[in-house]
């Protein structure tokens, strides 16, 4: 019982550290979605890569532009647990009832349901991990002029390239800042994507979130937009007040 009592007192800390946040836990630039329609790209330099995007399989989870409510983002990662025999986040949102109280309503979900609300079309089967190999053949293809065994900066490729990686390092990369530099797992995205090779995007971001969910108070506002298109997709009717609006 005393266990189950601190446990408790611990997660009502958490909640309210992460509730009480107003702008340190999140970044406007972070998960952020990517105008790539014809009417904005087709006279740039981006056009045959925005059109390849397009066709990805990771189109959905770049292009979306779902609305992100800030209480509702805040609300789940203050809530939010991770069972692993399950394999399974759980938390909460927050509803009316039917006389207008408020309530806490169960959401869960796995790297399925991940999979098939972002459209990634991957599989459980795909790999998380590829070769360096493959990626530092690929680097020299994509005008890469730094070091091989060095840092992997966005500036130090060819522009067409840089726009790629430009998008999937602001749309899919979990963490906050460090926008010019590729980490290991969006370079193997990128290898894959323009190889067209299987790559396990789903279960990479999938893990993320694990890792936030464990990080206690430390934890951030992580995923916003992917975050809301798994409550959304749960939760149709959801208070949604325009002042409450994360604007990415």
């Known amino acids: 019982m005393a266990h189950r009592i601190a ?21 406007k630039s972070h998960n952020i979605y990517c105008l790539l329609d014809a009417h904005y790209t087709d006279n740039t330099p981006f056009k045959v890569i925005a059109k390849f995007l397009r066709k990805s399989k990771i189109s959905k989870a770049l292009t979306d532009r779902t609305i992100v409510y800030e209480s509702h983002v805040r609300w789940f990662w203050s809530s939010v647990r991770y069972v692993e025999n399950e394999k399974m986040i759980y938390s ?19 790297v399925g349901d991940l999979r098939r609300v972002l ?19 690929l680097l020299c293809r994509m005008g890469f002029t730094g070091h091989l ?63 936030n969910v464990g990080s206690g108070s430390g934890k951030y506002i992580m995923y916003p937009r ?13 208070p949604k007040d325009p002042d409450d609006i994360l604007y990415l």
């Open 119 to 137: 459209e990634l079309g991957d599989s459980d089967d795909d790999p998380t991990i590829i070769p360096k190999r493959q990626c530092k053949d």
């Open 149 to 211: 065994n060095g840092k992997y900066l966005k500036p130090m490729f060819s522009t067409p390239y840089k726009f790629l990686i430009h998008c999937v390092v602001y749309a899919l990369s979990h963490r906050k800042g460090a926008y010019d530099e590729t980490s290991d797992y969006i370079m193997n995205i990128i290898t894959c994507l323009v190889l067209n090779m299987p790559y396990n995007v789903s279960q990479v971001i999938f893990n993320y979130m694990v890792d």
């Open 226 to 238: 992917f975050i809301q298109m798994m409550i959304d997709d749960q939760f149709k009717d959801l």
């Open 7 to 27: 446990w408790q007192s611990d997660c009502m800390t958490i909640r309210s550290s992460v509730l009480r946040r107003v702008a340190s836990d999140w970044d």
């Open 92 to 110: 909460a949102v927050r509803k009316k009832d039917e006389n207008g109280q408020d309530i806490d309503v169960e959401i869960k979900f796995n």
